[in-house]
């Protein structure tokens, strides 16, 4: 361990030490009485021997004593209380630690310097209200909506990229009392990697797209559904029937399903098949 010690201001040697990352320098203050001392990090030890030593060099009681340091980035004054302090004052000194001494009888303005430096800083901390934030997507009328529907909203905010995803047509097969019937639809087809449908996890490939900005797709061609998306691109609307839902009612028949199958082939629905529409 090196020492200097001064009155009012600390002067260091005239040789310049090079510098070794195995040591801290630490530079010690009370009142004007200032010491400097360098020292290796792992001979630290504990909070409690590290208030021995500094104690010794001021010639206080270690029993009155009470220690902060100075952040060399936010250069707030901060406590330290125990090891865990002592750690990461070390670690964030870079060439010197910067301690202040305190007396007991100084705690309160100990604590009215340390809150005020927390509190300057978290003060100068920008965080966007929710009003600033964009929202991209989300789930509407959940609460009015039977269980196997889902009515997605997608928001592009004027951007020029695409919203991911592709559709094409194909059919449903319904096995029914009745027997099996089929049911012509329009279906995505496949989703763009990172794109923003894919993003969001709330739509699938094989989901069944049943309104577009709440206008029934029923009976339209596929030509005309994908205009209908572009047309209303900024704020898409669309309510399908995911994949993995099934509804208990046959909505066209006003009976029950035996069962519903979705025959699908390399990833897309299989039987009157087009070519595929990209959405852009």
Known sequence: MQ???GNGTANRPNSIALYNPSLVEIKSRFYNDIRRYSVEKERIGTLESFVDNIAE????DNKDVLLSYTDPIEKDELPITNDN???????????MLRVQIYKQKDAELLYQRTTKSTERRLNNIQIS????FRQVSAVVDADKLPQWKRRVKLLKHASDKPLGFFIRDGTTLSITDAGIEKTPGIFISRLLPGGLAEST?????GDEVLEVNNISIEGKSLDLVTEMMIANAQNLIITVKPTNQVPKQNPRLNRPYASVQLRIKGGTPQGSIRKEQPYI
């Open 129 to 132: 209200t929710p009003k600033e």
């Open 201 to 205: 996890g709330l739509l699938s490939v």
């Open 3 to 5: 020492e200097y010690e």
């Open 85 to 95: 302090n002592l750690r990461k004052a070390i670690s964030t000194s870079k060439s």
């Open 57 to 60: 060099m001021h010639k206080l």
